[in-house]
């Protein structure tokens, strides 16, 4: 069997911790931002974990155990 290939679209989106948890960027901070408080920027600002329901399936796409 032939070893699987890292998406690149998926590794160039998520990092993995050093626990191996899966990082991600928040969406909604590139345009229209006018709008949106101070606030809601800086969070938006702010990397989070991926959700734990998508987490085994990303990890596969990384090729991340």
Same mark, same amino acid.
């Given at each position: !069997?032939?070893? !699987? ?13 050093g ?7 928040r969406?909604?901070?590139? *345009? ?12 938006? *600002? ?5 959700d ?9 796409? !990384?090729?991340?155990?």
């Open positions: !069997m032939p070893k !699987m290939k890292t998406k690149k679209a998926v590794s160039a989106r998520f990092k993995v911790t626990t191996g948890k899966l990082v991600r960027r969406p909604g901070c590139r *345009h229209i931002l006018t709008k949106k408080s101070s606030k809601r920027k800086r969070k938006l *600002h702010r990397p989070t974990l991926v734990q329901g998508q987490v085994k399936m990303y990890a596969r796409l !990384m090729g991340v155990g």
